[in-house]
């Protein structure tokens, strides 16, 4: 009697199905059209640098590869997080330990997070196109005899500023994410949690790395027509 109600308990019968499932489903006709539909904006928007300077095209690109790839491992992660609210930790986790956030908090901080690594790619294009303009106009100084007055447009700062803030905000919406995903690996030591745990930490990472490059690196040479 005892072990009956023991293998008939919801928790155990729920963990049951989590571990009965083949570990790799084959991707949905959906999820393969968002990852072709961000490989060909990772290619296309870099493009309009390609004439110009292929340096920051290709970094460019490498930067909204990287975006792509969060977004994608960000999509996998949140559907295993909604399934585990929707069926509630305390009977899909082995290690039970309350969760930080419900579940309309965190599918606000993902779309959140979503929108925010999505609209980076701006961010590097206004970096590019000042550095463009800045070059146009050496050019022409170079043919023209003009006062060096040595004012600095504010303008140049804005797109550092604009990076500055958007690692803030990913480091904002993804901080309480990581720490409930965390938990979520330890009660189920499942794959795809982990590779978002690590996907998240190096894309900040990577984030920091490049506009440390940006920084750095302060002239650009551009190919006219």
């Known amino acids: 009697?005892?072990?009956?109600?023991?293998?008939?308990?919801?928790?155990?019968?729920i963990r049951k199905f989590l571990e009965a499932e083949p570990m790799w489903y084959p991707?949905?006709?959906?999820?393969?059209?968002?990852?072709?539909?961000?490989?060909?904006?990772?290619?296309?928007?870099?493009?309009?640098?390609?004439?110009?300077?292929?340096?920051?095209?290709?970094?460019?690109?490498?930067?909204?590869?990287?975006?792509?790839?969060?977004?994608?491992?960000?999509?996998?992660?949140?559907?295993?997080?909604?399934?585990?609210?929707?069926?509630?930790?305390?009977?899909?986790?082995h290690k039970y330990e309350p969760l930080l956030l419900n579940t309309p908090i965190c599918m606000l901080l993902y779309l959140l997070a979503c929108i925010i690594v999505t609209a980076s790619s701006a961010v590097i294009y206004m970096y590019g196109y000042q550095k463009f303009m800045a070059f146009i106009q050496q050019e022409k100084e170079k043919q023209t005899i003009q006062l060096a007055e040595g004012k600095?447009?504010?303008?140049?700062?804005?797109?550092?500023?604009?990076?500055?803030?958007?690692?803030?905000a990913l480091a904002v919406c993804n901080g309480p994410l990581l720490y409930d995903f965390t938990i979520i690996y330890k009660g189920s030591l499942d794959g795809t949690v982990l590779v978002f745990?690590?996907?998240?930490?190096?894309?900040?990472?990577?984030?920091?790395?490049?506009?440390?490059f940006l920084t750095v690196k302060m002239t650009w040479k551009f190919k006219l027509r």
């Open 1 to 13: 009697m005892t072990q009956a109600s023991v293998v008939s308990h919801p928790a155990d019968q």
């Open 27 to 93: 991707c949905s006709a959906e999820y393969i059209n968002y990852a072709l539909a961000l490989l060909i904006f990772a290619v296309r928007y870099p493009s309009v640098f390609w004439k110009t300077n292929k340096g920051i095209a290709f970094l460019f690109s490498i930067q909204l590869v990287g975006n792509g790839i969060q977004n994608l491992v960000a999509f996998s992660a949140m559907s295993i997080m909604y399934k585990v609210h929707m069926m509630g930790p305390q009977n899909v986790l």
């Open 152 to 168: 600095t447009s504010v303008w140049m700062y804005f797109p550092h500023t604009a990076a500055m803030c958007t690692l803030i």
């Open 197 to 212: 745990v690590i996907t998240t930490v190096l894309h900040l990472f990577l984030w920091i790395v490049t506009w440390l």
